[in-house]
């Protein structure tokens, strides 16, 4: 099993719709990767909606992907938390942080296409 990845204008959308094993985040990781690298993405978006269990490995190899897609230029924001997952979290003291977090997939592009307005607005600056 493996979870799609597609892309739209530019940002690539990760929707994750059953819960991960170690196994998984492992090919997630580098698919992701992988698509940076031949898709010349300027953002990513994890849809986590379906995800209804999040250990502290899973929460970490979350926050890993996102800091290996940062290194490589590229954004990412986190959107459909279930409000049970963000609430466990919380109460573990897990969280994601220095990640953008969105409501949905809808308010995930917008906030994709802020940063990457911001972005190409600093590389432009003298």
């Given amino acids: 099993m493996r979870v799609p990845i597609i892309s739209l204008y530019g940002t690539l959308i990760a929707s994750i719709q059953f819960d991960l094993s170690d196994e998984l985040l492992f ?23 379906g995800i209804e269990v999040m250990d502290s490995y899973i929460t ?34 897990l969280g994601l942080r220095g990640i953008l977090t969105a409501l949905d997939l ?12 911001e972005r190409e607005l600093v590389w432009e600056s003298p």
């Fill in 27 to 49: 090919r997630l990781k580098e698919d992701i990767g992988q698509k940076i690298d031949t898709a010349g993405a300027k953002g990513l978006i994890l849809d986590l909606s």
């Fill in 60 to 93: 970490r190899g979350i926050s890993d992907l996102a800091q290996m897609a940062r290194l490589m230029g590229v954004e990412t924001v986190v959107c459909g938390l279930q409000p049970a997952v963000a609430g466990a979290l919380v109460d573990l003291g």
């Fill in 106 to 117: 809808e308010l995930a592009l917008e906030l994709v296409q802020e940063q990457t307005k």
